[in-house]
């Protein structure tokens, strides 16, 4: 089968659906691609490295492939140029775009919508909105720099000391979090709120502090938010309108995908921010997340606040975004392609293909598949075993805990009782090291353990010299015991110098 990568219509769109890597990676599926002169030129992919990785440079005809792959829905006089029974793979809101559902299957076409891949483990690696979204969150975070009249990091410096910028993020997804590593990484102070109670780990794990909104909260189980309950929306916009008057910086990504953004940011709570202060509304394109965003356009309100309403945060960097967005594509055709063959095959027993299926050409019938079945992606936590089995299980437990400290208490009193009388004094000597030893080790952070082990080399020198000079004892037990003192202790120091070797190489920089 022939695939087709025009060039983007809008001109307004720099991306391309494929770069001379990704088309590699769908050649060696066994497909033949072709890519519309000047494609990729916006993106910085020339004509001449699309050709060497072995794609077929064309005009117009692009559109005739069986299978064509784009950013976002062509326009209708692009779609009309597609054959019956091609496959167009894109970005299409089918969610907010019923007519185009209709005309596509009336036409004979199966549609793949990239911005309805299922956000399940699977399918990572084929989701175009999580890799647009990485991509806009560092972007943001750079623009917003760009117009913030002062540094991120804080310095201290002859002249005088300057704070660092408070960055708050409203909204921990994968643009979110983008932007959070992006802030903390040019020294900000980072804070930033979700509804999903579980992002807060992911948050601190950033570096950032997690604000969590003074409200019950569920789970989510699509990746997305729930919608919140009016409770939670008193106490989140209480929350936003605080957070954001204290920040330098704020960034807002709550974008759900089929429906206006929702407002978070107020014009009252802009009218509280500091002069020169900024706002990233990174759901411009849908709605924007302030009340005073202006789609596509940089705005500053009377009393100073900058709103960057930039609607394509990810066409800024496009070189990346494409190869991306082209990689994820490519992943998508492996699904398709099971025997590599360069034949489409439309399993919709599959749930990710189930899910980004929204028309569908079979045995000359098309059929309309929008909206697919739910996929929940987080279950529910396994129901904690019945109160009188954990009581059992944690009662046998005990008891073995028991038998085998009866045992080995056994074993402690024999040994000691068939000791000659000269080794009985140090056997006080033995159990006041051990509690001492024990007391010690604990008390050290599990972070040093490893250096601490390799140190005790000394130790256990001491030991095996002491094990070398007894082992000749004419005493069998005397002799016994060196030995195993012997080989303990050796293990221990070859063991301790062969991790300290280790970390040293570590540190060691390549030349």
Not at 176 to 185: C, E, H, K, Q, R
Not at 200 to 218: C, D, K, L, Y
Not at 374 to 391: D, G, H, N, Q, T
Request: one cysteine or more; aromatic letters at 4%.
């Amino acid at each position: 089968m022939r695939i087709g990568v025009p060039i983007e219509p809008g001109a307004e769109q720099p991306l391309v659906a494929a770069t001379p890597d990704t088309v590699a990676k769908l050649i060696k599926l066994g497909y033949d691609v072709d890519v519309q002169t000047g494609a990729g030129a916006r993106a910085n992919f020339p004509d001449a490295q699309f050709e060497a990785a072995g794609a077929n440079l064309v005009g117009e005809e692009v559109w005739q492939a069986d299978i064509i792959t784009t950013l976002d829905t062509p326009p209708a006089e692009y779609r009309a140029k597609m054959r019956s029974g091609a496959t167009l793979i894109t970005r299409m809101a089918p969610a907010r775009n019923a007519d185009l559902i209709e005309e596509l299957a009336a036409s004979g076409i199966t549609s793949m919508a990239m911005d309805t891949v299922p956000r399940i483990s699977r399918a990572q690696s084929m989701d175009v909105l999580s890799s647009m979204a990485n991509i806009a969150g560092y972007r943001a975070i750079i623009e917003a720099a760009g117009a913030y009249g002062r540094l991120f990091t804080g310095q201290v410096t002859a002249a005088g000391k300057m704070p660092p910028a408070t960055v708050y993020v409203i909204g921990a997804g994968v643009a979110g979090l983008a932007a959070i590593g992006t802030a903390n990484s040019m020294g900000a102070i980072v804070k930033a709120t979700d509804l999903r109670p579980e992002a807060g780990e992911q948050v601190e794990s950033m570096g950032a502090e997690f604000v969590e909104i003074p409200a019950e909260t569920q789970k989510s189980e699509d990746g997305y938010a729930k919608e919140m309950t009016a409770d939670q929306a008193v106490a989140a916009a209480k929350l936003y309108s605080e957070q954001s008057a204290l920040a330098d910086i704020v960034v807002t990504t709550a974008n759900i995908p089929g429906r206006t953004s929702p407002i978070l940011l107020t014009a009252a709570d802009v009218a509280k921010m500091k002069p020169g202060s900024v706002i990233v509304d990174m759901a411009a394109a849908n709605g924007g997340n302030c009340e005073l965003t202006v789609a596509g356009e940089t705005t500053v309100t009377d009393n100073g606040v900058i709103i960057i309403g930039n609607t394509d945060l990810a066409g800024s960097l496009p070189t990346q975004a494409s190869q991306l967005y082209g990689q994820n594509v490519v992943n998508l055709f492996k699904l398709l392609t099971p025997n590599k063959d360069g034949q489409t095959v439309v399993d919709l027993d599959d749930e990710i293909i189930r899910g980004i299926t929204v028309t569908n050409n079979a045995d000359g019938a098309t059929s309309i598949l929008w909206p697919p079945p739910p996929v929940k992606v987080s279950a529910a936590p396994a129901a904690a075993a019945p109160e009188a089995a954990a009581a059992e299980e944690a009662e046998e437990k005990k008891s073995n805990s028991k038998l085998w400290l009866g045992v080995a208490a056994v074993l402690g009193v024999a040994l000691v009782l068939f000791s000659p009388v000269a080794v009985s004094p140090l056997y006080m000597v033995l159990m006041l090291a051990v509690v001492v030893g024990f007391y010690v080790i604990t008390a050290v952070t599990h972070s040093l353990h490893t250096p601490l082990m390799s140190e005790t080399n000394a130790v256990s020198g001491i030991i095996l010299v002491g094990a070398v000079l007894q082992v000749g004892s004419s005493n069998l037990a005397v002799s016994i015991l060196a030995f195993i003192a012997i080989v303990v202790a050796s293990i221990n120091i070859f063991g301790g110098f062969t991790v300290t070797h280790r970390m040293l190489q570590m540190f060691k920089k390549e030349a």
